[in-house]
């Protein structure tokens, strides 16, 4: 059996509690005992609705936020007990592209400085070297390279995220949290960022841990998904599986609240009740690699 590019074992995140309804002292788990792992070349769909614990799970993998608990390993070395010096040269083949990218490029750089801080921080090739990797980013991602010296706020929302992508990328990872990378452009922009993520997959041979609430997205993109409610996993195996024959509550309660474009196929929206709650138990082989916490 190969080793997985990544392997999350057990992986726990508490918060402070805060609010006059919390007593003092008290914490919240945000994720909870959650584990699943990633074959290189992949694209792992992880999700759920807002606060969930879905953007927790993939800062916790990256170092983002500290783990309460729980192992993280990739191509087998464990992550969370890397030393500061190799979880930098660990982060060249671990990158993320964020959910917002109107937030999350400097509002005060011009794009090319953007793209190229990676390369700075990493002491990556001289000035001449490291103008050619972010020409060769920019075209890469479908941008125009005389546009380098521009600010963000000159770009469509949808160039933004380009730009946070080819940011990602400068480093040449393997690996790429992408959080919510659509949830915040038109419908008409998401198709083809999502074309440009599978390209770029194809060419540069990437992985994925494709973040998202929007189950119309994860159905195009993602060869295997995990569910995720309150924290836990209840639902994960590939996505034809889980679309065609979903066993958890929540899943099926997911699933009905996707559009359907033709008002006579219409079906009817189920809410989730208390059969949905996950409490504590474990996920259980439904069906050959499609396991339920039922």
Request: with cysteine; glycine share 8%.
């Amino acid at each position: 059996m190969t080793t997985p590019l990544l392997d999350v074992r057990h992986l726990v995140k508490e918060f402070p509690a805060r609010g006059a309804r919390w007593r003092s002292g008290a914490r919240v788990r945000a994720v909870d005992d959650v584990s699943f792992s990633i074959e290189e070349g992949e694209t792992f769909g992880l999700v759920g609705e807002s606060g969930s614990g879905k953007t927790t799970t993939g800062r916790c993998i990256l170092r983002l936020i500290a783990p309460t608990s729980g192992e993280v390993r990739f191509r087998g070395e464990d992550v969370l007990a890397a030393s500061r010096t190799r979880m930098r040269e660990l982060r060249r083949e671990m990158q993320i592209v964020f959910q917002d990218p109107h937030s999350s490029l400097n509002p005060r750089m011009r794009v090319g400085a953007i793209v190229e801080e990676p390369l700075v921080i990493h002491a990556v090739g001289d000035r001449a070297a490291r103008r050619a990797r972010v020409e060769e980013l920019f075209r890469v991602v479908g941008l125009d390279t005389g546009a380098m010296r521009r600010y963000p706020r000159e770009f469509s929302g949808g160039q933004r995220q380009r730009i946070g992508l080819a940011r990602a990328l400068a480093l040449k990872p393997s690996f790429v949290v992408a959080d919510e990378p659509v949830s915040a452009l038109d419908v008409s922009v998401q198709a083809q960022v999502l074309n440009l993520l599978m390209d770029l997959q194809q060419h540069l041979k990437l992985t994925y841990l494709f973040i998202a609430h929007d189950l119309r997205l994860v159905e195009k993109i993602c060869d295997r998904v995990a569910v995720m409610y309150r924290g836990r996993l209840v639902e994960l195996g590939d996505t034809a599986s889980i679309f065609a024959d979903a066993t958890h509550p929540y899943t099926k309660a997911l699933l009905s609240a996707i559009p359907v474009p033709d008002p006579d196929r219409r079906g009817s929206r189920i809410v989730p009740g208390a059969d949905a709650d996950a409490g504590t138990a474990p996920l259980r082989e439904v069906s050959h690699g499609h396991w339920a916490a039922v």
